[in-house]
Nanobody
């Protein structure tokens, strides 16, 4: 079982940058698919991207080229570097861990029950 806690959210102007962190505790962290998803008021959850145990990443089209996901297994921490932020990136961001496929990212991470409490990101024009 893995416990997750996000940090690093805040308010930024459009075009700015933020880095979110997700600290993990529990067993088997390095063998999980990790990822980020977000939810804005009145909108569906949206997968942002994921990283498998080998470091292979995938991203939603809406953030590709602007966001970067990395993981540091030695620190048990997942990161989301967000550059060129847009107003439409405003949402609560959650990290998630999915161990069902042994470290491969076989489904959207928001389908996993292991997730943090979320951190607010607000981008203003």
């Amino acid at each position: 079982q893995v416990q997750l806690a996000e940090s690093g959210g805040g308010s930024v102007q459009a075009g700015g940058s933020l880095r979110l962190s997700c600290a993990a505790s529990g067993y088997g962290y390095s063998n999980y698919c990790l990822g980020w998803f977000r939810q804005a008021p009145g909108k569906e959850r949206e997968g942002v991207g994921s990283i498998d145990k080998h470091g292979t990443t995938t991203y939603a089209d809406s953030v590709k080229g602007r966001f970067t996901i990395t993981r540091d297994n030695s620190k048990r921490t997942l990161y989301l570097q967000m550059n060129s932020l847009k107003v439409e990136d405003t949402a609560v961001y959650y990290c998630a861990a999915d161990g069902i496929y042994g470290g491969r990212c076989g489904r959207p991470v928001f389908q996993s029950s292991y997730r943090g409490q979320g951190t607010q990101v607000t981008v203003s024009s």
